[in-house]
């Protein structure tokens, strides 16, 4: 007898970023199609996939005949999806569920002949694809509810939206990214903390409560995060449920045809090229939330991307410029991105993204240039200590990503402990944000440039 | 906090008094106020100490429970309180008017007016802190499941008659108490903390003392900051603090010095009496057991009684502001949710259950979310200086209208569609297709922003409320030279989806809340530690 080499899969082995997701991707669908429970969980790191996954779901299911309903969160969100769904399969009839505000969706679906736009649900009744936001969807009433659903974001769904349209389907598969910002409400929810059915939890939190034995199934690999990036958004934000990027070292990298005058921005840029990370730090000390300073500082690192005359290599093309479209600035408030938007418009700037975390969900760009959430701050709140405010902010970006912030955040970290109160029977949510951004930011120490303005 | 906020409590601290944060009251105060100014007693969750309570300033009740953990005195006690608060509450059921309430109906499923009563008035309550809140949501918890001899002939410690019923209505003032802009029961620190702004932080606004005296200082105190720190501070020479705290825990130097040793004379004295072998000597330690509870009692209301007063003095300096437009509105609210409850009780259904299910706790989430967001936007409509607020925060612009243009939309039948410039120096977040509203007639006109023309000048269309034909109805559309406010935010709240009924509760939220708890709901078993 001879033996032949067989090969192996233990950890020795090289990781193929294609075939991970690839087995992953079948088991999903496998459950999704064939599976005996009501439903599917899917986690997904940021930029894993999930859009692809969804689209490509929905398109086996159609083809098997069976009814589905999608469940989006934002009208952003389903217009997408109609899009991407059209892009995919061109002849498949899709039924656009809108509301009757004026401007309900996407002018760009009018020129798609197969997709039917309505704000009655009865008159996309019988096509084999119907997408809307979860609050329209609860607006909809049916005798008989559809074989099939697909929730996409969903642990930015809260528990109520989801009590509200989980009578209308037989099944879900259920797809988010658990490191995302969590959903909230605008009044105290205490009263409820610890109840299976919190009605302020995320959807997933409620679902898998009460059905424990769910499938569960998450994305492996992570292609838009740069492999600069994937290890520290990973460790920091998903320790139990690691990542990879879908590109090695040396498959991105960003280059600038003007160089360097020698200014903090423009070695912070320099700095973000070459490693991927880039932290910007201005003096210490306590500011109001729109830090003129530091405001100021992100807008001259935007100002000097664009007129260093940018270049972006990836494995997806050749050579791209760096062009305003590719950059977004990230904030934790929206005053905040309104001061860095007056300041972009000051330096003649049009065209750069400029929004706060809730709003950067789901998005993706080259480069992006993020205010710290804590900088300047006398105190570390819970809303700026939520981990996934940090992780939505440090997770946008292809190829580099250069954070603002005031020295001294770290000691502020240590003199404000998390405090919130524990609540019984409430899942403790791992990392904590503490923890997150102390991981985030002796990372950064290491791609550190002063600067005083 | 917003930064309106900050810049009163700056101001405050400068001027040594409080600033005013309101110029008209944002919540509707009863003619007939209920004030319930309770003490608990420390260490034993639940178990009352005493309490003054009435609807006269002059002539409160006081209620003491001399043991506060013989569980007879303290049903004597909640006995007592029902007979004060019942009759309050009840005085508030029989006056109804007739009022229209939309309804689906059972065999149609269609959604029709249902003519029903509507309570004239409700019956309010007034507790001294936000803990008084939550005492009286305590006490409606520890009485609600109670079961009175006449319910239940076997059950082994019955309440008196009307126990069971107090709780079921403290319980449902303690939930309504939890939706933002009601009035059903309010504690007066907020109450005050809302209208007036202190140079201290608002857990220290938490002490009714401190915080009247930012408001309206004695006059002997040299400025309301001092008056506010000896209101906290200043000890008699017996170590008492001068201003007691308004409750329900009381000051430890109290309960050592003054409550412990107290307690124990009764203690004793109740012991004495039991042990009595003849009439004579009996007849004397009653007298002892009776002058050991007086003393208690009176303890008990030298510590209420400032608070009493300073309640009421609250209520005298909100009661000089105007009341906002919509503060009637808000109390109808209220009125509804009093008549539903008494509609609840009277017909006969069991007390509200220990936790919300899935579709309950649902609903109340949206209702006071929708509550929330309606009380942002009326305050500010109802008072300029809560306007200013939102303005300094870019979420409302004021300013001159500096030019109309008159534009028509396209399609068949042309609408008007002016364009109006307006002059502001306030820095609204204004983006691409942002939506602004104005109140025309205190209904809500929408208009879209357009450009920014200048520095200080902001284009807009307006697009709704102008009648139906080709020209404006007059008065619709502002003319140059107008003062205009608009807001970012929307005046009116919309209707969320409705829920489906608790029967039906999907498989993602367990399932109809009857398959899982088949066994009605006990009260909590007792435990030996219950038994002291």
């Known amino acids: ?453 | 906090m917003s930064l309106i906020a900050t810049l009163a409590q700056l101001e405050a601290v400068r001027a040594g008094r409080a600033r005013p944060a309101a110029t008209v009251r944002h919540r509707h105060l009863s003619d007939r106020p209920l004030v319930f100014v309770p003490l608990t007693t420390a260490g034993e969750a639940g178990a009352p100490l005493g309490a003054l309570v009435g609807t006269d300033r002059d002539a409160p009740r006081l209620l003491v429970v001399p043991q506060p953990r013989d569980r007879d005195l303290r049903f004597a006690f909640l006995a007592e309180l029902a007979d004060i608060v019942l009759p309050y509450v009840e005085s508030y059921t029989e006056a109804v008017e007739a009022a229209e309430r939309t309804e689906t109906d059972p065999e149609t499923g269609k959604r029709v007016k249902v003519e029903v009563d509507l309570c004239a008035d409700a019956a309010q309550v007034i507790v001294p802190s936000r803990a008084g809140v939550d005492f009286v949501r305590l006490l409606g918890r520890s009485m609600r499941f109670r079961r009175t001899a006449e319910q239940d002939p076997e059950t082994p410690h019955p309440a008196p008659p009307r126990v069971p019923l107090l709780g079921r209505w403290l319980t449902h003032y303690g939930e309504r108490a939890r939706v933002p802009g009601s009035s059903l029961l309010l504690a007066m620190t907020d109450l005050l903390g809302r209208h007036w702004a202190t140079g201290q932080s608002t857990l220290e606004d938490q002490h009714l003392g401190a915080l009247l005296a930012w408001i309206d200082p004695p006059e002997d105190a040299p400025s309301g900051a001092e008056a506010a720190l000896r209101a906290e501070l200043a000890r008699d020479a017996d170590g008492q603090l001068l201003c007691p705290p308004a409750g329900p825990a009381t000051d430890p130097a109290f309960d050592n010095r003054l409550l412990a040793p107290a307690i124990e004379r009764y203690d004793r004295a109740r012991t004495a009496l039991a042990a009595a072998e003849d009439g004579p000597a009996a007849d004397q330690r009653l007298g002892a057991l009776t002058a050991a509870e007086r003393e208690i009692r009176a303890l008990v209301a030298s510590r209420t009684r400032p608070t009493w007063d300073a309640v009421w003095r609250g209520l005298d300096l909100l009661r000089e502001l105007p009341a906002g437009a919509h503060v009637e509105e808000r109390w109808t609210r209220d009125r509804w949710s009093f008549t539903g409850h008494r509609d609840r009780i009277l017909a006969g259904e069991p007390p509200q259950p220990r936790r919300d299910d899935a579709v309950t706790a649902a609903n109340k989430l949206a209702t006071r979310e929708r509550e929330q967001a309606r009380l942002d936007a009326q305050e500010a409509l109802d008072d300029p200086l809560v306007m200013a607020g939102r303005r300094l925060a870019g979420e409302a612009f004021a300013g001159e209208v500096m030019d109309v243009v008159m534009t028509y939309s396209e399609g068949k039948r042309p609408a008007p569609r002016p364009l109006v410039t307006v002059r502001t120096e306030d820095r609204p977040r204004l983006g691409e297709r942002v939506k602004v509203y104005r109140s025309l007639g205190g209904r809500p006109q929408s208009a879209e922003f357009v450009e920014q023309a200048a520095e200080d000048l902001v284009v807009l269309r307006i697009v709704d409320k102008m009648g139906r034909g080709k020209e404006p109805e007059a008065g619709s559309v502002p003319e140059k030279g107008d003062r205009v406010c608009f807001t970012l935010f929307e005046h009116e709240q919309r209707g969320g989806a409705k829920l489906p009924d608790p029967e039906r509760t999907p498989w993602t939220h367990g399932g109809p809340p009857g398959e899982r708890a088949a066994v009605p709901e006990a009260p909590d078993p007792l435990t030996e530690e219950d038994v002291l």
Not at chain 1, 65 to 83: E, S
Not at chain 1, 239 to 259: E, K, Y
Not at chain 1, 297 to 321: K, W
């Open chain 1, 1 to 453: 007898m001879t033996t032949e080499a067989v090969p192996r899969t233990d950890a020795g082995a090289a990781f193929d970023p294609g075939a991970e997701a690839a087995r992953a991707t079948a088991a999903i669908l496998h459950d999704t199609l064939h599976g005996t429970e009501r439903g599917v969980v899917v986690d997904s790191p940021p930029g894993a996939g999930k859009s692809t996954l969804v689209v490509r779901a929905a398109l086996e299911l159609a083809a098997a005949g069976r009814p589905l309903m999608v469940v989006a969160q934002t009208n952003a969100q389903v217009d997408d999806l109609v899009l991407r769904l059209a892009e995919q399969s061109p002849e498949l009839p899709v039924g656009r569920l809108h509301s009757s505000d004026a401007d309900p969706y996407d002018k760009a679906l009018d020129a798609l002949d197969n997709v039917r736009k309505s704000a009655k649900a009865a008159d996309l009744a019988g096509l084999p694809v119907v997408l809307s936001t979860a609050a329209k969807w609860a607006h909809v009433t049916v005798d008989e509810p559809w074989r099939h659903a697909i929730v996409d974001e969903a642990y930015q769904m809260r528990s109520d939206a989801l009590l509200a349209v989980a009578g209308l389907f037989e099944r879900a598969l259920f797809v988010g990214d658990p490191g995302q910002l969590d959903p909230f409400a605008i009044v105290g929810s205490e009263q409820w903390a610890g109840l299976s059915y919190d009605p302020s939890a995320s959807a997933v939190t409620t679902l898998l409560a009460h059905n424990p034995g769910l499938p569960q199934h998450r994305l492996p690999v992570s292609w838009r995060l740069p492999a600069s990036a994937a290890p520290l958004v990973s460790d920091a934000f998903y320790p139990f449920t690691p990542f990879r990027s879908g590109t090695g070292p040396g498959d991105r990298a960003l280059s600038f045809a003007v160089p360097s005058d020698g200014s903090g921005p423009d070695r912070v840029i320099d700095e973000a090229a070459a490693s991927g990370w880039g932290l910007l730090e201005l003096p210490a000390g306590h500011t109001p939330r729109t830090d003129p300073e530091a405001v100021g500082a992100v807008a001259a690192v935007v100002r000097r991307l664009l007129d260093r005359d940018g270049t972006a290599v990836s494995e997806r093309s050749g050579p791209a410029p760096l062009t305003p479209a590719r950059i977004a600035v990230g904030t934790a408030h929206r005053d905040q991105a309104a001061a860095v938007r007056a300041a972009l418009a000051g330096l003649g700037v049009t065209g750069v993204t400029v929004d706060t975390a809730n709003r950067l969900q789901g998005r993706e760009y080259d480069v992006t240039v993020v205010l710290h959430p804590l900088s300047g701050r006398p105190d570390a709140t819970a809303f700026h200590l939520e981990t996934g405010r940090l992780c939505v902010l440090a997770s946008r970006h292809r190829h580099a990503c250069v954070v603002v912030c005031r020295a001294g955040v770290d000691a502020l970290l240590d003199d404000y402990p998390s405090t919130e109160p524990v609540q019984l029977g409430t899942t403790v949510k791992f990392p904590d944000g503490w923890e997150a951004n102390h991981a985030v930011l002796a990372h950064l120490a290491r791609h550190r440039v002063t600067w005083r303005p």
